[in-house]
């Protein structure tokens, strides 16, 4: 079939008509002399008689050349030079490349011209490059891909031929993918500041090695080969902040790749926190992302199976598409880039649909569980049965109050049970906001709904 369609080619004239070369640089926008292939010092060479770049370095008129009369634009042919690591090492060589998701799947095909793909042909390299360079408005595009940044992969991850990516990154929420241009360079690499300040971006690169890329699912926090091959940020002794390269993909952490911009490693906008702060297991209290929780006595029946007072989560469990069948935290119509909405207000119930009832069992937390009795969470007013559930009681029957009145740092914090109240809501009582744990329970010093809690106290156990 290919063998046929380069006869088709031969006959149209173009292959052997070495004085045609010109007007095809032409079409290629006169970039192939601007490219790393065709720079006359340090561009291909596979044929020592034949000058550095020279378009018969690839295209050989006669035959003896493996990939007569033109190179086949199969992948072979880019192995017999790129078959290691490449220089930026976002690329890593055949090895890595031919399990991954590109080069397997057959909805691997380019969509719309230039190039024109032949059945078949999927999975190959030049659906993403162009072996002799490309120029859009704004000039040679790095790298010779066929399109600027994410515009490459929106050719096909707009719902065809792949997965429609391309919508959740519209969403009202969302990494701001679109929003920047000409910020990400392959090479920033372990400079900090080229993902804070000014330079501030997120490409679908950034997250994703499109030579690496492939299905599995490991157990948090591992990350998922989706995720290996990119750079990333690893926490040492002492929680130093350490870059690793995207050839380093031992033991990858989903977590590692967010610190990259959204830690104190870099510089952070106004207003954001460092989450690698936030997570730190020796923190009073902080949802499970780098290690198991601090609450060892959480009740797993108030836990949505199959998850108990051992498990851990992803950033993206929370921080994902409203859409489950794009997973990532691309957009979300729920800010900011939730998988559900979070309901943070006061004077009315948390509703039964808010993220946290992903996993926190709602019944739990927003029902007399005083009547049937069956589990409890620990804010509660006895140890015996029937005892009350305090948090019915303040986000449904007395108060009508949400979850960030009480636990205003979802992530993590210095107290514990994440407790840390929202000033918006809850004043000071004889000058105090505070709360005091206790093994057995707590007290909570503050004035809310115009109830003074001087202290008021709950004990559990
Ligand atoms: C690094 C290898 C390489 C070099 C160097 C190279 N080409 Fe190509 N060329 C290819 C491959 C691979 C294809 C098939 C591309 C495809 O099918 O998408 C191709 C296809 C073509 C085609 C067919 C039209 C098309 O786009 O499919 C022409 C014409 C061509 N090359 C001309 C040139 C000229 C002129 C030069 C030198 C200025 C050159 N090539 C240098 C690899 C190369
Ligand atoms: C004859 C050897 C040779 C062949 C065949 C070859 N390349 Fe290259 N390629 C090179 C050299 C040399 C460089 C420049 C050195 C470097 O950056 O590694 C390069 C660089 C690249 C780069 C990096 C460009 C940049 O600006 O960062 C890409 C992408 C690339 N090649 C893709 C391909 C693809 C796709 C094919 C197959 C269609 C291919 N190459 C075939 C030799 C070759
Ligand atoms: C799904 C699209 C896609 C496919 C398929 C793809 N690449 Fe790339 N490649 C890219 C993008 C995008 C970049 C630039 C990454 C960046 O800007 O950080 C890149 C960069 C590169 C680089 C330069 C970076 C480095 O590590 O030196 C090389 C070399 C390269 N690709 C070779 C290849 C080869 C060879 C193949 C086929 C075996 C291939 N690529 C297949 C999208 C692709
Ligand atoms: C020529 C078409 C094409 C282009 C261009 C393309 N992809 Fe893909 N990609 C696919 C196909 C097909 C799949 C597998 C099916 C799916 O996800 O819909 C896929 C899957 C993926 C996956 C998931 C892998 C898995 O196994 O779950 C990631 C991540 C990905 N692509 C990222 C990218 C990135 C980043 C770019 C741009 C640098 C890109 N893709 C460009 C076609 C493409
Ligand atoms: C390459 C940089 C980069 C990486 C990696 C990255 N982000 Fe972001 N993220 C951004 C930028 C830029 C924004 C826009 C707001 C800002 O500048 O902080 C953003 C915004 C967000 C927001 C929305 C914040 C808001 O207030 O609307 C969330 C949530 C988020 N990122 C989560 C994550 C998660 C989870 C990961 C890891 C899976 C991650 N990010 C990885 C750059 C990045
Ligand atoms: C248990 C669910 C959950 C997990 C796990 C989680 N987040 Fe969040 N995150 C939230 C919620 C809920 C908000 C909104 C908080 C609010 O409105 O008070 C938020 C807010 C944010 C914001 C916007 C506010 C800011 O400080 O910039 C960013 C960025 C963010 N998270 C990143 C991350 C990263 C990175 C991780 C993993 C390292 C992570 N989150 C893990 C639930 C979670
Ligand atoms: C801030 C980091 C980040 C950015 C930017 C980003 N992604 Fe993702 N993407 C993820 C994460 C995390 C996942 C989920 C991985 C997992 O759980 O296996 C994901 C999943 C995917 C998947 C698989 C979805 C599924 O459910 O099958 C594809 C395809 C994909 N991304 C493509 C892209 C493309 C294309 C872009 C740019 C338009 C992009 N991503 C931008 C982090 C990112
Ligand atoms: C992806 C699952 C998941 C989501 C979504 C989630 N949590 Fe959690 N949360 C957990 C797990 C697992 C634990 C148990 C950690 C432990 O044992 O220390 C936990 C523990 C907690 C704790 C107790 C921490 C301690 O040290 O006692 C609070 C408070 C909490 N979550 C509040 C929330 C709120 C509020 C939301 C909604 C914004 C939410 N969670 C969303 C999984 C989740
Ligand atoms: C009026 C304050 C307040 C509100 C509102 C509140 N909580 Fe709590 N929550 C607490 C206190 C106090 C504790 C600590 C109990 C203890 O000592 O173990 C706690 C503990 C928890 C725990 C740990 C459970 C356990 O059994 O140890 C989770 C999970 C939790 N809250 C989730 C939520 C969710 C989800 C919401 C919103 C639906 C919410 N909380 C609303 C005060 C509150």
């Not at 950034?206 to 995720?227: V, Y």
């Not at 950033?315 to 939730?338: E, F, K, M, Q, W």
């Not at 739990?364 to 015996?384: E, V, W």
């Amino acid at each position: 079939m290919k063998q046929a369609q380069r006869c088709v080619r031969m006959t149209l004239g173009i292959c052997f008509t070495l004085a045609l070369f010109p007007a095809l640089l032409l079409a290629y926008g006169g970039v192939y002399t601007l490219t790393k292939h065709g720079d006359p010092l340090s561009g291909v060479q596979r044929d020592v008689s034949l000058p550095r770049g020279d378009c018969n370095q690839c295209h050989l008129p006669h035959s003896g050349y493996p990939f007569f009369p033109f190179a086949d634009h199969t992948n072979a042919l880019c192995y017999s030079c790129h078959n290691g690591a490449g220089a930026l090492q976002i690329y890593q060589g055949q090895a890595v490349y031919d399990l991954s998701t590109h080069a397997t799947s057959a909805s691997m095909v380019w969509p719309s011209p230039p190039p024109a793909r032949q059945a078949g042909d999927w999975g190959e390299c030049v659906n993403c490059h162009n072996p002799h360079g490309y120029k859009d408005g704004t000039g040679l595009v790095p790298h010779m891909v066929w399109r600027r940044e994410e515009n490459l992969c929106k050719e096909c991850h707009d719902g065809s031929p792949a997965s429609d990516v391309y919508t959740e990154i519209g969403k009202v929420s969302s990494h701001p993918v679109t929003t920047y241009s000409g910020r990400h360079a392959a090479d920033e690499g372990g400079d900090s500041s080229k993902f804070g300040t000014a330079n501030r971006h997120a490409e679908c690169v950034d997250c994703h090695n499109p030579h690496w890329a492939k299905t599995d699912s490991p157990s948090p926090p591992d990350a998922s080969s989706r995720l290996k091959g990119v750079s990333r940020i690893v926490v040492g002794l002492g929680r130093t902040l350490t870059y690793t390269g995207p050839a380093d993909t031992t033991a990858v952490k989903e977590y590692e790749i967010c610190y990259k911009c959204h830690s104190s490693w870099t510089t952070l906008p106004a207003g954001t926190t460092d989450k690698a702060a936030e997570f730190d297991p020796a923190n009073g209290s902080f949802h499970p992302v780098e290690a198991v929780g601090k609450n060892t006595d959480i009740d797993s029946r108030t836990l949505v199976a199959p998850l108990t007072a051992t498990s851990q989560v992803y950033c993206t469990d929370c921080h994902t598409s409203d859409n489950t069948g794009v997973r990532g935290p691309h957009g979300s119509i729920y800010a900011p880039i939730l998988k559900k909405a979070y309901f943070t207000g006061d004077n009315s119930s948390p509703p039964s649909t808010d993220v946290c009832f992903d996993c926190h069992v709602s019944t739990q937390y927003l029902t007399d569980t005083r009547a049937s009795n069956s589990t409890y969470t620990h804010f509660r007013d006895g140890t015996s049965s029937g005892s009350k559930n305090f948090h019915y009681v303040h986000t449904v029957k007395d108060a009508q109050t949400s979850c960030k009145t009480c636990h205003y740092n979802i992530h993590g914090t210095t107290s514990a049970h994440l407790i840390v109240f929202n000033t918006a809501v809850v004043s000071s009582s004889g000058g105090q906001i505070r709360y005091e744990h206790r093994s057995d329970g707590g007290a909570c010093t503050l004035k809310c709904h115009g109830k003074d809690h001087n202290p008021k106290s709950y004990r559990w156990k």
